[in-house]
């Protein structure tokens, strides 16, 4: 899927790229030690992300995921109460969180065993209990489809879009250009 917009990743970080102004701005540091300062800065980034996606969300999110272990892919899920910056941590050693052509929150993270793949969306309002619990049942057993998922959930790309500024593909909930203020 499209990458169409990523909030934030350290999964490509390049020292090249932010070397010029690390030099200009820390001309007494070793090269080590602004690589070093280049990983503080972009976690520090991290935490910026999380402040601006304060969102709350009131029916809880789910993430639909796809977990790389050692014995091979399994699917998997987390529900995330809260907001939208609670969907924002990982224990992987390398992550992206990026809006993908669908206007769906997704996230891309990699460690030791493998690959996990994450697609974030919030409950839709009514969605009973049951409900939410055949949806799980289905991500478990590999029987979940897009329909399932559209049925029951909405994308989280479009309170991202409102909060960044940025248009994303697909429908638009009614309160399109609706800016949040927390």
Known sequence: MKKNHIIWSNMNLN?????????????????DER???MWD????????ERV?????????????????TWRGARNGYKEIDGNISDCL?????YAEWYIDGRGDLCGEFAHHD????????AWKEGVTDAQKERFEEKILNGTLIRSDITRYT????D????????EIGGKRRAQQGARRIA
């Open 35 to 37: 690589e070093e300062l």
């Open 41 to 48: 800065l972009n976690a520090e980034y991290l935490d910026d």
């Open 52 to 68: 601006n996606l304060n969102v709350p969300v009131s029916n809880g999110i789910i993430a639909i995921a796809v977990v790389g």
């Open 159 to 166: 309170d991202i879009a409102d909060v960044y500024g940025f």
């Open 89 to 93: 941590y990982t224990e992987c050693d």
């Open 154 to 157: 909405r994308r989280l790309g």
């Open 15 to 31: 020292y090249e790229d932010w070397k010029a102004d690390l030099e200009e701005q820390y001309p007494d540091m070793t090269e």
């Open 114 to 121: 493998g690959k996990n793949l994450a697609m974030y969306r």
